[in-house]
């Protein structure tokens, strides 16, 4: 069965960006600030069509229709679920569609007030980012290593072009030409995996696949490498570094959030496809990953004086917390996954845009992302002190903030199922983490200011995007139950 | 439905931080008015428990319970209760806090974000205390570390950031593992739940391997609260380098913490892994009293002096439990208040003399007695309470923790008297060097304390002899819960 309309929010959304390019054309110089505006109802658009198929979930808002799980056709098409060939549309890839599109919406705020980014290039911009989003919106619905290879490809190429945006500036060219290299290796070895395992079972799909045998065994090795560098897995993140201090700091925050959360996603369906029917065990190999991308992106994260570098070694960190869920692959896991995705996207965004704002001030430093940027901050604006501290204590993952329930449930599902030692790694790591995300806090309420320093200015963009991340770390931090039970309800495939 | 008056308690200073938050910095009078108000209502309200509390049963009181969070994997209820264990301390959380923040009203920098955080603080302390449900109980233990780390790295003396962060990773390492200890115990209970009263039903489905590693687990994070030797290295700096009013704070309640978490979570939850430790913790107890005695006889800093006395007066509560008898569990929750109060009126008085000499070398003073008579009057007698002289509070408390510990450790406790010995010896040492012999002459002109300074220490002095005259006041409170505590014990 085709089902190619349970793809709408994909196929409107990716419509829509091409037409952003053409709008582009028409819009005279000066006005094209507007396509942001544009850009932001696409996303709208789509955040609706992915929404009401996922939101009549029962007891997230008020009593709802209970949602019958679907199996194809008929009348569950038509709220939006069900499988098609290639893909499949159920309630764990609508939830991260929704996390997805949300990120996009922030990165769109951000880059509104970003001065890297000329106006006069909005259209192509928010047409790559839009780009992205379609191609993150159907990996995590892929079912098939065809469909999975094309999306992340096609996540690819746009960030690629994304990252290197600043032309003028060295490190965005350096950090744009490493995430290529390392990114097109990356897909070749995915490829010769899909190969393998395609030579292995003669399928391509994760449905009915049976791998068994070395061949089968190597080929979805190669495939975890692949998904290992877009999700940026220790040893596979060795780009990003350099790409996230280089790329336009909007879409630094975006990358740092949303091809993660795609990657995991469908790296937690190909593994409950495949893994079980495999009879193989790679929860050793997992885990050992899983506690090595926690445990070195917050080593080195101590050592940073960026803060674009600092959030960058703590998001490799924080998908390693995420992983967790993967590791053990329990239903508290999952939902682990999906909460976790929700609230990093608003916490780690919402650090990204005080930063954003911070550094437009100081246009004379060498770098503006320095760590001193932040100096006396609490006494030039308090409330964006306690905003970026909150943030901070949320990626962190002290209650009562948002970032504690996600990270709750990921520890829980490993004590849970007796990954101890894992579980003791992460808390270990979070111990750690306060480290160095504090030392920001030192130098917001420790230090005197700059000389000349101003009370940073917020734009419009900058304030919407603070404001809703704010919102969400603090309501969702003190309030959980309804995204608990909303991730409840996701926290299902179909085939 | 009921009065939720421990939620009021809770929270009203919560609204008093949001109130302070939403105030211009410069109209300080109206800061001052909001969060003296705030900490002053959450007081009477606990005033009003102490009243209200019901002496004659050990079950839990003034319970509020409502379903937080729901889902299949994980249900949390927003779940408050005392029972004779925690509504003193509850209560004294209130009264110092009032009285740390009249201590307060002297800070000039910044004085908005001191209230914010101070406000804060008090919300979770006083949650802690009151949680019945574990997720509650975790997530108000760590909303307190994040305002002391403020109000250190802040307000605190020369090596504050330093002091700062190490308390916060200090005390949150060792949360992280009562984390895990949570989740395990979580995963015990058939059904899974957080329910701190249903979990101490299961213990006898527990295994004695999985007692003894959750001991550890939750001892880790509540020894380096109390804190007990070894993990007691971060309490000097802190208490050292904190402004005078958060060394009351930590001294008089966030110590109360770790002692109330043993006898709640590790005895009442663990008992076989209980059994397993007595003979550790017995010793820690001893090394508390008497190391913890020494060092304080070797510092010349007042402030780290009183703050080696804490180590040691905890090692009291400590050596208590370790008695597992009625008498003993007394002693120690009615040590910890007596702490809480003498420990708190010593960190002011000390506070009062550094504002006005610079200075808290001991030995820089000398004949300050006829100088500053309220002051001296008001220290001798903090120190008198705090070594323990018969008709003040610390002697009754020391005295039933000795009583209660006598039975099951002899010469244990033989060796802690001496604690009392050395606890005197360097307190009636401090007294002789800064308020006898001759006047140093540089002090010819210090002031006395004033107005501010004598409402928030005379409260303290006049309960520290109350409660050791007639100590019936608190005892009566603890008492059938004691009592029921120590029957759990085979």
């Given amino acids: 069965m085709l089902n190619l309309a349970l793809l709408k929010s994909e196929i409107v959304l990716g419509a829509l960006a091409l037409g952003l390019l053409a709008a582009d054309l028409l819009l005279p110089e000066g006005r094209k600030r507007a396509l942001y505006g544009l850009a932001l109802l696409a996303c709208g658009i789509s955040l609706f069509l992915t929404g009401s198929a996922l939101l009549p979930a029962p007891g997230v808002f008020g009593a709802g229709v209970p949602l019958p799980l679907p199996t194809g056709g008929g009348p569950a098409a038509a709220l939006g679920a069900g499988v098609g060939t290639l893909w499949s549309v159920d309630p764990f890839s609508l939830f991260l569609k929704m996390v997805v599109l949300g990120s996009t919406v922030l990165a769109l705020l951000l880059t509104m007030d970003d001065s890297s980014i000329p106006d006069s290039e909005a259209g192509s911009f928010s047409c ?13 619905s892929a079912t098939d290593l065809l469909l999975i290879f094309v999306s992340l490809e096609l996540v690819s190429i746009a960030s690629f072009i994304l990252v290197g945006y600043e032309r003028r500036n060295p490190k965005s060219n350096e950090g744009s030409l490493k995430y290529f290299i390392f990114g097109a290796f990356s897909s070749a070895v995915m490829a010769y995996g899909i190969s393998l395992f395609y030579g292995a079972t003669g399928a391509t799909s994760l449905v009915a696949a049976k791998p068994q045998g070395a061949m089968a065994l190597m080929g979805l090795l190669f495939i975890l490498v692949g998904f290992g560098f877009k999700a940026a897995i220790a040893p596979m993140h060795f780009w990003v570094p350099d790409a996230y201090e280089g790329a336009p700091t909007p879409v630094t925050a975006y990358l740092s959030v949303a091809p993660k959360l795609a990657a995991m996603g469908a790296l937690a369906r190909l593994l409950t496809a495949l893994v079980p029917a495999g009879s193989m065990d790679l929860t050793l190999l997992l885990s050992l990953l899983c506690g090595l991308t926690m445990t070195w992106g917050n080593l080195v994260a101590l050592f940073q004086r960026n803060i674009k570098r600092l959030l960058a070694y703590s998001s490799i960190a924080q998908a390693g917390y995420i992983m967790m869920g993967i590791v053990t692959g329990d239903a508290m896991g999952l939902q682990g996954i999906l909460i976790y995705s929700f609230v990093y996207v608003a916490m780690n965004i919402g650090a990204f845009a005080l930063a954003v704002a911070l550094a437009a001030d100081r246009s004379d430093a060498l770098d503006p992302y320095d760590l001193d940027s932040f100096d006396g901050l609490s006494s030039r604006s308090l409330p964006a002190a306690l905003a970026m501290t909150l943030f901070l204590l949320s990626l962190a993952g002290i209650p009562p903030l948002a970032g504690f329930i996600g990270k709750f449930y990921l520890i829980g599902s490993a004590v849970g199922t007796a990954h101890y030692g894992l579980a003791i790694v992460a808390v270990l790591n979070s111990v750690v983490s306060v480290y160095y995300y504090m030392s920001v806090c030192y130098r917001m309420f420790f230090t005197a200011p700059r000389k000349g320093a101003r009370v940073p200015r917020f734009g419009a963009g900058i304030y919407a995007a603070a404001a809703l991340a704010l919102a969400v770390t603090l309501f969702f931090g003190v309030f959980p139950h309804r995204l608990a039970v909303w991730a409840q309800f996701s926290a299902k495939f179909l085939p | 439905m009921e009065f939720p008056l421990l939620s009021l308690i809770t929270f009203i200073p919560l ?12 109209s300080r009078r109206a800061i001052e008015a909001a969060a003296l108000a705030a900490s002053a209502v959450s007081f009477a309200l606990s005033v009003w428990l102490y009243f209200a509390f019901d002496r004659s049963t050990a079950a839990m009181q003034f319970v509020e319970r409502h379903a937080w969070i729901a889902a299949d994997a994980v249900k949390v209820d927003y779940y408050l209760g005392v029972d004779g264990l925690s509504a003193p301390l509850v209560i004294l959380t209130t009264l110092m806090s009032l009285i740390a923040l009249i201590a307060s009203l002297g800070i000039k920098e910044r004085f908005k974000e001191y209230c914010f955080w101070f406000l804060i603080l008090e919300v979770g302390m006083l949650g802690v205390f009151e949680s019945l449900d574990f997720f509650l109980f975790y997530v108000f233990w760590e909303i307190t570390l994040v305002p002391m780390y403020f109000l250190i790295g802040i307000w605190g003396g020369p090596q504050k ?21 949570i989740l395990a115990l979580y995963f015990k209970a058939d059904p899974h739940t957080f329910d701190m009263l249903a979990l101490m039903k299961i213990h006898g489905t527990l295994s004695f391997r999985f007692q003894v590693l959750a001991f550890l687990a939750f001892y880790f994070g509540f020894a380096i609260k109390v804190p007990a030797f070894p993990f007691h290295t971060w309490l000097p700096l802190a208490h050292v380098e904190a402004p005078t009013a958060i060394s009351v704070i930590l001294a008089a309640v966030l110590l109360k913490m770790g002692v109330y978490g043993i006898l709640r979570v590790n005895y009442c939850m663990l008992p076989l892994g209980f059994e397993w430790f ?41 050596l208590a439990i370790a008695g597992v008898s009625a008498t003993g569990f007394s002693g120690a929750a009615f040590q910890m208040i007596n702490h809480g109060i003498i420990t708190g009126a010593l960190f002011l008085l000390v506070g009062v003399v550094y504002d006005r000499a610079h200075t808290r070398d001991i030995g820089a003073f000398g004949g300050l007695a006829a100088k500053v008579p309220v002051f001296a009057g008001l220290m001798s007698l903090s120190c008198f309470a705090s070594l323990g002289l018969p008709g003040m509070a610390g002697f009754i408390s020391e005295f039933l923790c000795f009583l209660g510990a006598f039975p099951r450790w002899k010469i244990y406790t033989a060796v802690s008297v ?23 002459k540089r002090w010819a002109d210090l002031p006395d304390m004033n107005t501010r300074e004598l409402v928030s220490v005379v409260p303290l002095a006049i309960l520290m002899v109350a409660l050791g005259i007639w100590p019936k006041w608190a005892l009566d409170m603890m008492n059938t819960t004691m009592v029921s505590l120590a029957g759990l014990f085979k």
């Fill in chain 1, 128 to 140: 790559l980012l839009l780009l992205s989003a379609v191609g993150m919106m159907l990996l995590v």
């Fill in chain 2, 15 to 26: 609204a008093g931080a949001l109130a302070v938050l939403c105030l211009p910095k410069d």
């Fill in chain 2, 161 to 181: 950031e330093y002091a700062a962060i190490k308390f916060f990773l200090y005390t949150l390492a060792g949360s992280v593992f009562m984390l895990l200890g």
């Fill in chain 2, 278 to 318: 007595l003979p550790i913790l017995v010793l820690i107890a001893v090394i508390n009293i008497v190391y913890g005695a020494l060092c304080a006889m070797a510092q010349n800093d007042m402030k780290k002096m009183v703050a080696y006395s804490s180590i040691n007066h905890m090692g009291y509560c400590l």
């Fill in chain 2, 418 to 440: 001496l604690g009392v010995i050395i606890t005197a010896a360097f307190f009636l040492r401090m007294i002789e060097k800064v308020f006898l012999g001759p006047l140093n």
